[in-house]
Nanobody, 115 residues
Framework: QVQLVESGGGLVQPGGSLRLSCVTS????????MGWYRQVPGKEREWVAT???????DYVSSVKGRFTISSDNAKNTIYLRMNNLKTEDTAVYYC?????????WGQGTLVTVSS
C-alpha cells in the first residue's frame, strides 16, 4: 500500500512563504501524475497544482505566479513552494498520487495565513 506523508504547514502572515513536502513510500509518478489539493472545512476539495514525470506543471489560476510545484525523484518527494500567501490560501493541503478519482491521498497539513 502506497503511503504519502505531507509536512511543512503552519501559521504564516499574509505575504509570507512556506514550502510543503510530500514523501512517498515508493517512487513518485509510479501511478501517474502527482499533485496538491486543498480543502476548507465544509467546502469541496480544490485542485491546486500538478506535476508529471516529464516535468509538465499546471496550477489553478488563483495561485499562478505565487506557487511552484517541484519533484525530487531521488528523495521520492514532491514540494509546493508557496510565496506571497494570502488569507484565502488558508486550508488543509493534501498530496495526491494518481489523480483525485482513483489515486492515493496523504493525511494533509494545515496552512493558516493570518495577521
Amino acid at each position: 500500500q502506497v503511503q504519502l506523508v505531507e509536512s511543512g504547514g503552519g501559521l504564516v502572515q499574509p505575504g509570507g512563504s512556506l514550502r510543503l513536502s510530500c514523501v512517498t513510500s515508493g517512487s513518485i509518478f509510479g501511478r501517474g501524475a502527482m499533485g496538491w489539493y486543498r480543502q476548507v472545512p465544509g467546502k469541496e476539495r480544490e485542485w491546486v497544482a500538478t506535476i508529471t514525470s516529464g516535468g509538465f506543471t499546471d496550477y489553478v489560476s488563483s495561485v499562478k505566479g505565487r506557487f511552484t510545484i517541484s519533484s525530487d525523484n531521488a528523495k521520492n518527494t514532491i514540494y509546493l513552494r508557496m510565496n506571497n500567501l494570502k488569507t484565502e490560501d488558508t486550508a488543509v493541503y493534501y498530496c495526491n498520487m494518481g489523480g483525485a478519482a482513483y489515486g492515493v491521498w496523504g493525511q494533509g497539513t494545515l496552512v493558516t495565513v493570518s495577521s
